[in-house]
Every structure is written in C-alpha cells, then in structure tokens.
C-alpha cells in the first residue's frame, strides 16, 4: 500500500474534505479549510458536543480519522 | 443526553494556549543558547583572523600590536558581552532575542571591517539573518535590518574602505546591499509566520483529539468507563 495522496487526506491536510455542522437545530457544510479556519473556542465546541460529522469523498469518516490528518 | 460543560471546553483551549506557550518559549530559549555559542566562537574566531591576517603595526622598525588585534578582542568583547549576559539571564525574553540580533549584525560589521571591507565576508550578514529566523520572530529580523542598514550608512559614509574595501564607492552603494537584504527578508518573514502557524495548528490538534475524547469519555456510561478518569480530566478537577 503506497503513501496516502493529498486527495485521499483531504483539503488542508485533513483526512476529511467537508464537516456537517449542526447548531441550535441547523445543519450547515463547511469545507475542511473553513473548518481550521472556525476560532478554536468554537470547532472545540462542536467537538466536545459531538455536534460534527466529517465526509471524504462524499463518505462519512470518525472524528478521529478525520482530524487526524497529516 | 449529557454534554460536556463549557468550563470542560474552556480548559481544552487554555491547555492547546499553554502547550503552544510552552513549545514556542522551548524555541526561543534554545535558538537564544545557539546564538550564546555563536557569539563566542564569533569573538574567537574574529581574534584568530586579526592575529593571523595583521598581527603586528610597524612604524619604521618599531613593531607593536595591529590595532585589529585590540579590536577584535576588545570590541568583540563588548559586542558578545551584553548578548551573553541576558541569554544566562533572561532566555527567551523579548530583550533577549533583539539584543542578540543587534550584536550578530554589529559581529557582520566587525568581521567586514577586520577583513579589510571584502565582499565576501559580507555573505555573513546573510547567513545571520538565516540563523536568526530560527527565532520564527518577524520583529527579530526588523531589528537585525536596521542595524546591519545603519552600519552601512554611517560608515559607508565616514569610512568607505572599511566596509567596501574601496575609498570612492558609489553613495548609493548601501541601497544596493539593503536591497538584497529586504529581498532575504521577504522569504524570510513568511517562513516565520508559517513556522508560528504550524506550531499553533500543532496545539490546536492536540485541543481537537482532546476534545473527542472528552465528548467520547461524556457519552460513555459508567459501564464502559475505565476504572481512572483520564490524566486531563483529573487535572481539570484539580483546577
């Protein structure tokens, strides 16, 4: 099995391309690179209230998969 | 379902805060220690070239010491001295590292001057910058340029040949030598901030896997639970 290619990571060498966010009831998609992006106080808060799910290639991954990246 | 509380969410990001502190002052303390070792192999190395190079003055046939040799020791005492005394007391504070990159510069200038104004002991102006972006400090590298810029303007103006080798250069000489430096600085101010990014992001990871194990610890029942609290939780109860 060869390396994992920048594709198969993900944007922003992330092991997801796009997270599903849902606050207060609203669901709304972000790409890997708005994720980083979001201040940390918030993607923690996400995070810890298991409020994210994480996609590569339109396919959900774990949490763990996905944020484990490069 | 319970959640996890918000104080749990505030003490994720005040640790990914602390780690990035910590990784970061282990940097600049260690790069301040570098440069303390550079700083006196710069002092020896710069007696070695005034002893071998012009060791002695002579007035008919009376010898005496070159006053390169004076120089060397005693301003590259001077110029080493304060540096050495605030990385043995105060590493990796502000001071410290702008203080140290005044004296590498003012060290381009007494090597520069010791060598008679060759070009190319001019290369270490740009090796200096280098080893100063160890620092991943931008403000680091502003210092250094001003130094380094005004060495160059003052005695290019008042002694030519001891910092171009050449009594009549152009006056324009040291925009030429400037603009070689902002052009290493440009690449080098955006290695900096990358290296500060990447070591932020290196934090900020450790905070997200943290807090999945905290989402993940949360949802779990007391069934599943191991039989100790994770060493984190633990310390956030202490807090």
Redesign the interface.
Known sequence: MGAPTQNALGAAGSGFDTATLVVDGRESRWSAEQFRKMPLLDRIRVLAGGRVVFFRNGAEVPAREALRGL | MK??SES???A??RR?QERFEVERRRLLISTDRLFGALMVVQWIFAIGIAVVFSPYAWEGRERAVHPHVWTAVLLGGAISGLPLLLIALRPGAVLTRHVVASAQMLWSALLIHLTGGRIETHFHVFASLGILAGYRSWPVLATATVVVAGDHIVRGLLWPESVYGIVNPEWWRFLEHAGWVVFANAFLVVQCLRGMRDMR?IA??G???E??A??EW??SSVLERPAEEPAYAAADARN
């Open positions: 959640e996890v749990a969410v505030q994720i990001v990914a992001a900020e990871r905070a997200e896997l807090a999945l905290e989402n949360t949802k």
